[in-house]
């Protein structure tokens, strides 16, 4: 059996609207892989995200209804930074699966892996 790559940076997904399991995509996939992230939530939508993916995968915004998801991602930018950490990913939440090239073909691969490449070459 193989040993568990995990990414060196932090994940953190924003989504509003979209805790439904068949919806929230990009979270199934990750815990699936058993890849660390955080949903990043509106605080009227925590309580549904929670009860659908769990407290521990839950972090919720200051603020609510801001229009677009450029707050969001701005916020996220700066918790990453408050945290300590010299990058992260910001992923949308409907990634289906990663996946990876070898000898021309697509192959389906654990998240670990995908990102951990890219990482890697960046």
């Not at 919806?23 to 939530?41: E, S």
């Not at 930074?81 to 389906?108: C, E, P, V």
Request: charged content about 25%.
């Amino acid at each position: 059996m193989s040993k568990l790559r995990l990414p060196r940076y932090p994940i953190y997904i924003p989504s509003k609207g979209r805790w439904q399991k068949s919806v929230a995509l990009t979270a199934r996939v990750l815990i699936h892989d058993q890849i660390p992230f955080k949903l990043v939530v509106e605080p009227q939508e925590h309580e549904q995200y929670a009860t659908a993916f769990g407290e521990q995968y839950i972090l919720e915004l200051p603020f609510s209804n801001r229009g677009s998801v450029i707050p969001a991602r701005n916020w996220i930018k700066e918790h990453s930074i408050q945290q300590g950490h010299a990058r992260h990913w910001q992923l949308d939440d409907n990634i289906r699966y990663f996946r990876r090239r070898y000898q021309s073909k697509r192959i389906t691969c654990n998240a670990g892996i995908a990102l951990g490449v890219v990482e890697d070459f960046s």
